[in-house]
């Protein structure tokens, strides 16, 4: 197996053990060299985004001082929830490879699924009632913004 | 306007105008009360995943001690990207307002749509490049996983 990926599952069980989040892990990788290690720390940190990948991605940032990662890839224990897969298209990630499918997941108690069949559209039930509001007010920032010589476009 | 998207708009103005992202911002309300406020900080802190839910999802939870935010409801100035939509169903939020559309704020430069295309399937070309490796030995780390006894499920 990949030394990556190896590192990645490494990493998880690393979080398991310890009882800071489920048995999920990544590794953001540049060069042949691994940048930032991470693994799943909701349990420890309180915070539902702390997902391996996420943290993963934060780390690396933080490490290198920049949003863009373009020039890394990622390796995930497991296959990214769509939080974690859009997070990966932000970073600018060019490269995803993952050991377990969200199936396996599913099956060890970890179910996204209902996300994927929300944003998919083919939801039978949903968890959030979403509303609009307040448009008329929100896109007058969207023209401050457009306005504004001072703005960095990202 | 809503007293709370007008506070999540307002969010959105100070973080822009102090330069440290884009113009969205979101607040999380519990019982009546803002429990907390925040903005785009990706250009502020080099993190792609600091968008103005995610990190309203986070202050919210550490503020609280949890991460199930389940009695919280979330106001943000524009439709979520799938990160962000994916994060507030991580985060339980049962309810979601928000004010500008997706394709208004594609209009000012900032389209997610090509991530719900890659969700959805319907992406004709991928940013990332996904592949799977090493299965056999991340399945076995959710099968640690499975016979863990100190594990708790969430």
Chains 1, 2 share one sequence.
């Not at 048995?23 to 940190?45: C, D, K, Q, Y």
């Not at 998919?120 to 968890?127: D, H, I, L, S, Y």
């Not at 913004?145 to 001072?150: G, T, V």
């Amino acid at each position: 197996m990949n030394d990556f990926m190896a590192a990645a599952i490494e990493e998880a069980r690393r979080g398991m053990l310890s009882g800071e989040g489920g048995p999920f892990g990544a590794v953001i990788v540049r060069s042949g060299e691994i940048v930032s290690r991470a693994h799943n720390e909701v349990l420890a940190t309180n915070d539902p985004t702390a997902h391996s990948e996420v943290n993963a991605i934060r780390r690396a940032s933080a490490l290198l001082g920049r949003f863009d990662l373009s020039d890394c890839e990622i390796y995930s224990s497991c296959e990214p929830c769509p939080m974690c897969f859009a997070a990966i298209h932000w970073a600018k990630l060019r490269t995803l490879t993952f050991g377990c499918t969200k199936e396996d997941a599913a099956r060890v108690g970890f179910d996204d699924e209902f996300i994927y069949e929300v944003i998919r559209g083919t939801a039978k039930r949903a968890q959030v009632s979403v509303h609009q509001a307040g448009r008329e007010s929100a896109i007058g920032l969207f023209e401050e913004w457009e306005r504004l010589s001072s703005k960095r476009m990202y």
